[in-house]
C-alpha cells in the first residue's frame, strides 16, 4: 500500500505552520479542530495499520460517519490535495427522466429519510417554505427520540469566533499537545499578542487555562458547531473557485 503524504500537526510556536490561516473557510476550521481530536487521531493510526484492504475500506467508512465526514480523510492528510468535507444530508440522486426512480440505502438509528413531493412547489412559491418547516418539526421529533438512546451527547451552541480566535485555539492546543503548561504558554513570545501588556503571569495562565478548555471543547465534536452555523459563510465565506464543491 503506497503511503500518503502527511502534514504533522506543529508546536504553535510559528504562525508560518498556520500558512493561508487568514483564507480558511469554516470546514476548514472545522476540520482542523477534527484532526486535533485525540480519538480521531488514534482511529486513524488503527485503521492505517489494516492489511485487509475490504476490511480497511469497510473501518474507513465507520470513523467518516462517526465524526461526521463527507468521506474518510486521515487525521495529518495535506488540504491542498482534497478539501475537508463534511456531511449532514444525503439527498437522493437527481431524476434523469419522468417516472418513477428506484434509490435505496440503509438508516442508522441516527438517520431519517424524508420524502418531499415537490409538485406543489411547481405552482406556489411559499411551498417549499412550508415543507421545510414541517421537516423540521419531524426531525426534532426524530432527534429527541435519538437522545433516549444518546443521553451523554451534549449540543454544542454556535460558534461566534473569528479567524484570529481560531487561530489562537489551535496554537494553544498544538503548544499543549507538546508539552506547556499555562504558565509556560504565558511566557511564550507568540503569546504577546493575545494578551494585555503587563499583566500578571499568574492571570494569565488562567485566562490560557479557560481558553485551552474551550478550545478542546470546540475538537470534541463542537466543530459541528462551525460547520452548521447559520452564518458559516458570512463569518467564513468559502472562496469563489471553491464554491461549487461546498
Not at 487568514?22 to 485525540?38: F, T
Not at 475500506?57 to 463527507?70: D, N, T, V, W, Y
Amino acid at each position: 500500500m503506497k503511503k500518503s503524504q502527511r502534514i504533522p500537526l506543529p508546536d504553535g510556536a510559528s504562525i508560518d505552520d498556520y500558512k493561508g490561516w487568514e483564507e480558511w473557510d469554516y470546514r476548514r476550521w472545522a476540520w482542523e479542530y477534527l484532526r486535533r481530536n485525540l480519538s480521531f487521531r488514534a482511529a486513524c493510526a488503527d485503521v492505517s495499520a489494516i492489511k485487509n484492504s475490504a476490511e480497511r475500506l469497510a473501518r474507513k467508512a465507520e470513523i467518516a460517519q462517526r465524526f461526521m465526514l463527507k468521506r474518510y480523510r486521515d487525521c495529518d492528510a495535506p488540504c491542498e490535495t482534497q478539501k475537508p468535507a463534511f456531511q449532514a444530508i444525503k439527498p437522493s440522486p437527481l431524476p434523469q427522466s419522468i417516472g418513477a426512480t428506484e434509490w435505496s440505502t440503509a438508516l442508522r438509528h441516527d438517520q431519517v429519510a424524508i420524502v418531499f413531493n415537490l409538485r406543489p412547489a411547481l405552482h406556489a412559491k411559499n411551498a417549499i417554505g412550508a415543507m421545510v418547516a414541517n421537516a423540521e418539526k419531524c426531525l426534532q421529533k426524530y432527534l429527541e427520540n435519538l437522545k433516549g438512546f444518546e443521553k451523554d451527547c451534549k449540543q454544542h451552541p454556535q460558534s461566534h469566533l473569528g479567524r484570529k480566535q481560531h487561530l489562537r485555539n489551535l496554537r494553544l492546543l498544538d503548544a499543549t499537545a507538546v508539552g506547556h503548561d499555562p504558565i509556560d504558554i504565558a511566557h511564550l513570545p507568540w503569546w504577546r499578542e493575545y494578551t494585555k501588556k503587563g499583566q500578571p503571569k499568574t492571570l494569565e495562565a488562567d485566562a490560557i487555562r479557560k481558553a485551552v478548555r474551550s478550545a478542546r471543547d470546540l475538537t470534541e465534536f463542537g466543530y459541528t458547531a462551525i460547520f452548521s452555523s447559520p452564518k458559516r459563510l458570512e463569518r467564513m465565506p468559502v472562496r469563489p473557485k471553491e464554491q461549487d464543491s461546498k
